[in-house]
C-alpha cells in the first residue's frame, strides 16, 4: 500500500503527558500537511512541512505544539503536556510539488484521546 | 476572508433518490481550487475532485456530477440514484494561489449524507 500512512490510528493519553503523531507521506512525495478534527466540526489547518522545513504554521497553536519533518522518516507532530481540548483526529495529507493545484492524499487519521 | 460553506448539516434521503450537496466558498484570489473530499464511516478521508476557478465545465463521473458556478460562488456535489455506500460526511474545501501558494485547504464544516435501504 504506497498511501499516506499514519500512526498510531488511536492513541490515549493522560493530561500533561506527551503525544506523539507519525506521519509517512505517499511514496515521491515531499510535501506535508497536518489538519486537526475537532469532534462535530470539519478539518483545520495547522502546520504544512516540506523535507526539514517548516513552510506555513499558521495554523498551529502558539504552545505546546510542534513538527518537523527530518530528511530520513516521517513526519512527526508532536504535543506536550496535553489537554482534554487536545482530543480529536489529526490528519496527515501528502502532496507532490505543494501548491494550491495539487490534490492532497490524506492518511487514516490518529484519533487521540485525552483522558 | 477565506470561508466555505456548507449550510446542509445532515441529509437523510433512500436509497436510489437523487441528492445535491451545497457548498459556498469566499475568497478574494481569482486563481483558486476547490475540492471535494469523502469520509466514510471508517474515517478516512478520499480525495474526489478538483476543479480551478478558471475552469467552469460541470464535470461527470459515474453517479457524481458537480457544478461550478463562478457567479453565485458555489460548487455543488449531486450524487445521482444514491446507494448506501454513498453514506458518509462530505466536505467541500477551497485553496487559494495566492502569492504564499502554500497549498493549505479550507474546509467547509461538512454534510453527513445518510442513504436508507
Known amino acids: 500500500n504506497a498511501g499516506v500512512m499514519q500512526n498510531p490510528r488511536h492513541l490515549v493519553r493522560r493530561r500533561g503527558q506527551e503525544a506523539r503523531l507519525r506521519c509517512s507521506p505517499m511514496k515521491g512525495h515531499s510535501h506535508v500537511y497536518w489538519y486537526r478534527q475537532l469532534p462535530e466540526e470539519g478539518l483545520k489547518f495547522m502546520v504544512y512541512?516540506?523535507?526539514?522545513?517548516?513552510?506555513?504554521e499558521s495554523g498551529m497553536p502558539k504552545e505546546r505544539f510542534s513538527a518537523e519533518f527530518p530528511k530520513e522518516g516521517p513526519s512527526i507532530l508532536r504535543i506536550q503536556q496535553v489537554v482534554r481540548g487536545d482530543s480529536a483526529a489529526y490528519f496527515c495529507?501528502?502532496?507532490?510539488?505543494?501548491?494550491?493545484?495539487?490534490?492532497?492524499?490524506f492518511g487514516d487519521g490518529t484519533r487521540l484521546s485525552i483522558l | 476572508a477565506q470561508k466555505v460553506t456548507q449550510a446542509q448539516t445532515e441529509i437523510s434521503v433512500v436509497e436510489k433518490e437523487d441528492v445535491t450537496l451545497d457548498c459556498v466558498y469566499e475568497t478574494r484570489d481569482t486563481t483558486y481550487y476547490l475540492f471535494w473530499y469523502k469520509q466514510p464511516p471508517s474515517g478516512e478521508l478520499v480525495f474526489l475532485i478538483r476543479r480551478n476557478s478558471f475552469d467552469e465545465q460541470n464535470e461527470i463521473s459515474g453517479r457524481y456530477s458537480w457544478n461550478f458556478q463562478k457567479s453565485t460562488s458555489s460548487f455543488n456535489f449531486t450524487i445521482t440514484a444514491s446507494q448506501v455506500v454513498d453514506s458518509a460526511v462530505y466536505f467541500c474545501a477551497l485553496s487559494e494561489a495566492s502569492s504564499s501558494n502554500t497549498g493549505k485547504l479550507i474546509f467547509g464544516q461538512g454534510t453527513t449524507l445518510q442513504v436508507k435501504p
Open positions: 495529507a501528502s502532496s507532490q510539488t505543494g501548491g494550491s493545484n495539487q490534490p492532497q492524499h
Open positions: 512541512l516540506q523535507k526539514e522545513n517548516i513552510i506555513d
